[in-house]
C-alpha cells in the first residue's frame, strides 16, 4: 500500500488504512517524549553516594515523510558524551538532521489499533472485490 506523495502539508494523502486516523501537519505539537530522573546509590571509594542518572522516555507517534512512507518515528534530543562533547543534534529518529515529517498522528494504542486494522481490512477487501468486477 503506497500513498500518494503530497505537495505540501495541505495535501493530506488518504489510503484505507489511514482514513481511520487523524494526522496533524503542526509538527511542534508533536509529542516529543520527556526525561526523568532515576535515583541509585553507588559505593565510592567505601561510601555510599547517591546519583541522579537523567534518562530520555520517547514517545512514538506516526509520521508521513516526504517521500509519501509513514513510518513510526519518535524525538531524539542531542546526545552527548560523559565529558560532556555533543554527538548529535535533534532530531526526528529516521529522518535527517532539519528535516520532519509532513504530518503526524499519535501511536495508536492496541484498541485504536485493532478498530482501524479493522476498517482497513474491511475497506480492502472493498475495494479489492470491486477491482475483481471491473
Known amino acids: 500500500m503506497t500513498l500518494s506523495i503530497p505537495k505540501s502539508r495541505e495535501e493530506t494523502p488518504v489510503t484505507t488504512i489511514y482514513q481511520q486516523i487523524k494526522w496533524s501537519s ?13 535515583k541509585r ?6 561510601k555510599p553516594v547517591d546519583q541522579e542518572i537523567p534518562t530520555f522516555i520517547p514517545t512514538f507517534i506516526l509520521a508521513l515523510t516526504k517521500c509519501g512512507k509513514v513510518v513510526r518515528t519518535c524525538w531524539l534530543p542531542i546526545q552527548r558524551t560523559a565529558s560532556g562533547a555533543k554527538l548529535g543534534g535533534e532530531r526526528w529518529d529516521g529522518f535527517n538532521p532539519g528535516s520532519e515529517p509532513l504530518l503526524w498522528a499519535h501511536w495508536p494504542d492496541a484498541t485504536e489499533l485493532g478498530a482501524t486494522l ?11 472485490y470491486a477491482e475483481e468486477d471491473a
Not at 546509590?41 to 567505601?46: I, Q
Not at 476498517?119 to 479489492?128: F, I, S
Request: overall charge negative.
Open 26 to 38: 503542526d509538527i511542534s505539537a508533536a509529542p516529543k517524549g520527556e526525561t526523568v530522573v532515576n
Open 41 to 46: 546509590t553507588v559505593l565510592l571509594k567505601g
Open 118 to 128: 479493522a476498517a482497513a481490512n474491511a475497506a480492502d477487501a472493498v475495494l479489492a
